[in-house]
């Protein structure tokens, strides 16, 4: 399992931030640590060989070349200097034993003393094969620098051989301890301190870059509501102004255009509604005079007769086309209303059907005593266009059930048919659409079903469809029971 931390920008910088000055104080405190530890180990023990030469000098000449415990003693005593330990050898014989050494810091006994057992291997081959060699080891009581150097007879003629005595000294290096430890303390200090600093001024840099971000930030959420007003004050002029002056100009251009937009929306709307209106004074007029001709063309030649009844039919299909624009445009103005009246759902269905002669090719399941406040004509629209596009477009058979629940009722009208595409699905509400393209004339206006949505919304209810998955289309229709209110449900 993937575990992600949401993290905003701030948090995002100041941890970037962080982790940089940390990386870069540990690097550079880390490399001033390794440099000055080393130089003062360098120099410690430079000295300390140096030292330990200018002491040897006073032992040359030998004056016994096969010394005894006494004599290593005090080739010991000349070598040794304070805070150190010594020994001498040679072949089998050491320097006798100094007293044990305490251990801090409880005092007791750590070691005694500096003995042959306890120099590192490595370093008395080396010492074997004639040469002054040096090793920091680690006691009990703390880090010591141990030097080994042979001692050298030097011949009459200025040749010199080995004596095959050994001295090593342990010089310890605790001061030298203190002050690295001293130095990493400081170093930890330091890179404490300039993170401390890097987080406060992480801070205030992302507090003055974060500013506009969140300013633009919620201007965009502003403009995404539709407040196209909504502008950023520009300060400065770098990349951040830049942005701040582009979403203006964006802004001001998307709101000229919206503008533009409406202006055109109404201007469409108004021509709709005024040319329906116009229309229906001539439309009157034609509907008469078809009439009369559908009366007539019984007794009129064939071709006159069908031509007569083609007029009368397609004067009816305009008549509903312009009412059915009237309507749309009401909606549109927002002056459409409701005249609720409490009635009987399922009275009202049948009432539908039957009047348009459906009652026979439509199956229905009404439970009794089914009540609601409805607009009973508009109500009457709503399920006359649901059924009829049944009928039209799908295939039998064609049901309506009714469902109720102590707040809303659900109408559904189902048919058999093939269904719609999931393509169409999202469209059939939409205005003159068609599923085909091909088909460019239809029966009906087209804006049935966007007048039965807009219907049922005047109510706060509203109409779904989907895809019966034994096939056929099923229409939903949902609306309230009792009185409406604003925020889109019942009282």
Known sequence: MTLRLNLGLRARLLAAFALLCVVTAASVAGGMYVVARNEILERTQNAAVEAMRDRLQALFPLRDPTPGPDELSEIVSVVAERNSDAVAVYHGTRSPAGPARPCLPFGRPCRQGL???????????????????????????????????????????????????EVYVARSLASEQRAIDNLAVLAWLMGGVALAFAVVLTALATRGVLRPVRELGRAARLLGEGELRTRIA???????????????????????????????????????????????????????????LDEEAAELPEHAGRAARLVSQETLNLTALVNDLIEISRFDSGVAALALNEVDVAELVRATLRTRGWSEQVSTEFPPGVTARLDPRRADVILANLVGNALRHGEPPVSVRLRADPHWITVEVRDHGPGLDEAVLPHVFDRFYKASAARARSEGSGLGLAIARENARLHHGDITVTNAPDGGAVFTLRLPRGEQNPEGGPE
């Open 115 to 165: 003995a042959p057992g306890t120099i590192p291997g490595e370093l008395r081959r080396a010492v074997a094969d004639g040469v002054i060699a040096w090793q920091r080891v680690v006691w009990e009581d703390g880090p010591y620098l141990i030097i080994g150097t042979p001692l050298l007879i030097v011949e009459e003629d200025r040749s010199t051989r080995a004596s095959g005595i």
């Open 234 to 292: 520009v300060r400065g002029s770098d990349e951040l102004a830049e942005v701040a002056r582009t979403f203006n100009d964006t802004a001001a251009e998307l709101e000229r255009h919206v503008e533009q937009l409406r202006e055109m929306e109404a201007d469409a709307r108004r021509f709709v509604a005024d040319v329906s209106h116009e229309l229906r004074t001539p439309l009157a007029a034609l509907t008469a005079v078809a009439e009369v």
